[in-house]
């Protein structure tokens, strides 16, 4: 209505985009009440172009219908002190002016421009005339009162005008008496002030004084009408203000909302309240997650996600019905919130799956305890229908900002801890960042950033020579993918291609491979290199895409590398698929022309149907088997047997691993016809290989198979069994991390450092931080040091050197320890003194299942 403030210039572009012409329809109704006015009255669009103009309006200014051009060209010259920004605005506007007639005279006359605007579009403006004498005050003449409480009274909203100077209600329409009730008459001030809701008062009376200090106030309050009715109601004042800037009165508009905030409310309660529970619901948490991160992102405050599942749930369903799984649901809910109480807002997301968002805790093990008290109460034996129920549930925590900065970030974590929880047994509760030991925390750092490796070129590719056994010539090269990972370093294959299988990435990084390995070895060519065959690793999952074919076939044709000169490296995983999609995948491969080695084999799942079934070359025995063979009289019959197997049928024979001359002797002898291992390299750069394809026999290199030469300040104790020590990774790249920790075995120990075997595949880095704890005697002793070497033992364990980083204090703790230990390493009953391992230490490795444990 009148008076929807908008602060602007009068530009065209801006009035297309805030005004609506006044439409043909609206036409004749304006044309009928510019005429009816007794008063000299004109309507005219926001450009200033007259719609339509009355008799007394022209006779004012002394022209005849006909002289439209001449009076436009009157009214320009009459709006030249208009204000058009107060178009804008919505504001009446009164000002005298002197106009000059056609036929000369000037006269004084008494400008008011009212803006008509409709449902909240503005349609144009009314301009009133009126002589007068110069010397009267510019005021809202009696004729444009009356016209004014023409229009208005038709209307469904309430127009009031309040005269500031002494609160006066000097007009109301009277759409104020079915709003509240009460005769327009007997609108006063006193009268408002009573009926409106005695809660809500104050802030109405507070607003008053914000209106001249504002000059436009809106607000929603509650009103209570004479008959007893609660309603609410929009009040939008507008003060009105002379020239000089001093507010003279308030044109108030009084809207009826109550059905609107019904509305408002009832789709309110549809989008954030749980029907079951009456819980806010995921949409909610969301929302409120959101507010609370804006709350604490600068005031360094935590605030903790619980996500809540209970354990087994969907048996409850299957056993007793959806109706009491509901039933169970509700209950719990009410538990639930009975036990967070004020510490935090309970939401139910979907099924039996929860979360509570906690804050106001300054330790971050008091958000345990809160899960702790939940957990407790969601346990209490609940009786229902002649049954007892004993339920459970699973806590997953994760804390802003420690463990994501983003609300999905968070919730997931939140999710992933509730995901550990589970795994440990029901009832239990973890901290997302606790939840993770070293391995779990580098495997999620890799799946996080894989795909930017993959787009920001941190893949690439080095060659691993194949060697003839018999001329010791280079005859082809295996292409190995490397990831130069910013803060982890070389990270091995073995690690991220599993990540890159459970994802699509692999196909991506497949199609990296075909392109790099097709790109290398057309060049190779063009450049007359000596080679046979270059091979490179498909994954299983890449054979269950049915274009493999033509994606290899696209890049043979594009570098023109004969087919026969490409090998493909499958493992027998691959082949245990037995969809026909593999087959074929393999048929067509086939037919390419490429040839096919099974990669890995002897291990796992060999059987004689594979290589029956499957158009394989070449056969590659798996390293495990090569680890062995000098010595072993059981592992050479094995090999010997691998081998005979594969050139009975005609296949190639390739060995893997072969880090020894002795096994590269005796492999020869056997008759492998081809070996690879680092007595001849390891993997390297493209031009690197080169090199090694255009030597005429490569040569052995000395001292592949030993471990490295340690250089110590320190003396060592051997330990006569490996001892079990928890280990956990406390800084990376200078940030402090706090993760669970993993069981490693060490086998020798001083004061400047350690040697420990484990799984975990680590690199040296000085830039990563390790705490071990180790037990011995009752007492614990902690030490924090880098790894500063690192040896692949057997196909994936590893043997680390790590170097102790402590303050001298610490050190002499330490070898006073060492000493006391000394002393009791000879005696027989060690075993009770400290966790040592009597099993084999790679076996046992190889069977403990992960231990996730408190740091
Ligand atoms: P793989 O196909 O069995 O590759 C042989 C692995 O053994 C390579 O490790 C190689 O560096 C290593 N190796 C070779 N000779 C010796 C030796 O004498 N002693 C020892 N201790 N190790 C040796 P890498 O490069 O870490 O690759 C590991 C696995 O990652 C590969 O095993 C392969 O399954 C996979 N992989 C590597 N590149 C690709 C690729 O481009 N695509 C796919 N799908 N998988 C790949
Ligand atoms: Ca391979
Ligand atoms: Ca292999």
Redesign the pocket.
Known sequence: MWGRARKGNFNKKKAHETFRPVSPCDMPAMKSLVENFSEAACFYDFYGNALHVNDRFRELLGFGESEQAMLDAGLKQLFRHFRQDTVLDGQPQIYNDRIARKDGPCVPIRVTHIPLIVAGERLGSFCFLCPTQETDAPKLSAVVKGWFQEIVNRLEIAVGLVDMSDKKVTFVSDAIQKICEIPAEDIDFRTWCNIVHPDDLESVIARQSELREIGEVVHRYRILTPSGKLKWVKDHSLALKKETGEITAAVVTLEDITEQNLLENKLHTIAFIDELTQLQNNHSARKVLEEWMGEHAHNGETFAILRLNLDHFTKINDLFGHAVGDEMIKRIAKRMKDAVKENGIVFRLLGDDFCILARHRNRVESYEELAETILEAVGVVLPFRGYDFHLTACIGISLFPSDGKSSTRLMKNARTALKRAKQLGPGNALIYSRSMNIESFKSFELENDLRNAVKNRELY?EY?PKIEAKTQKAVGA????RWKHPTWGIV???EF?KIAEETTLIHQ??DL?MESVCRQAGYWITKNVPFQFIS????AK?FLKRDLGKRIKRRLDKYGVPPERLEI?I?EGAMLQTSETVEQQMKDLKALGVTIAL??FGVGYSSLSHLKRFPVDTIKID?SFVDSVSGNEQDEKIVQSLIDLGIGLNKKVVT????TREQYELLKKMGCHVI????FS??VSPAAMEEIFREETVPLKKG?GKPPIERRRYSRIDLPLPLGVKMTMISLNNKSVSLGSTEVLVNNIGVGGLRLLSRLRLTAQADILYRFEVDFMNTAVKGVGKIVWAK?IQKDVFCYGVEFSMPEREKEHWSETLNRWKSRLGSNDILKEARFITEDPVAYLRTARTIMSEP
């Not at 295996?478 to 993918?481: K, P």
């Not at 490179?536 to 994954?539: G, V």
């Not at 893997?656 to 880090?659: A, P, W």
């Open positions: 590719f691993q295996e292409a190995l993918i091995s294959p073995s291609m990084i497949s491979v490179f690793n498909l994954s890449d490296e493992t990669d890995d390293r893997e691993g072969v880090e690879q291992g680092f007595l390891k993997s592949a692949e």
